[in-house]
């Protein structure tokens, strides 16, 4: 179950190269959606990911000074 998604991102991802590299028209219709939705995902996680938050100062690690 863990591996659903990144398979399917995979093969979205394989399909969409595949399609490019077959014809023009339809295939590179395909093509664009099929490596699009990759990069939506991705641009999504960036946009909206929970802000990070910061670790206690017990727990942040010291820099050496130079």
């Known amino acids: 179950m863990i591996f659903r998604?990144?398979?399917l991102?995979?093969?979205l991802s394989a399909v969409g190269l595949?399609?490019?590299l077959l014809d023009d028209g339809l295939y590179d219709?395909?093509?664009?959606?099929?490596?699009?939705i990759p990069l939506a995902l991705v641009a999504?996680?960036?946009?909206f990911?929970?802000?990070a938050?910061?670790?206690p100062?017990?727990?942040?690690?010291?820099?050496p000074h130079s």
């Open 29 to 36: 219709a395909l093509s664009w959606f099929c490596l699009g």
């Open 57 to 63: 100062a017990a727990h942040r690690r010291r820099l």
């Open 5 to 7: 998604w990144p398979l």
């Open 44 to 47: 999504r996680a960036v946009l």
């Open 18 to 20: 595949v399609s490019a």
């Open 9 to 11: 991102i995979g093969l």
């Open 49 to 51: 990911a929970p802000p």
């Open 53 to 55: 938050q910061a670790a």
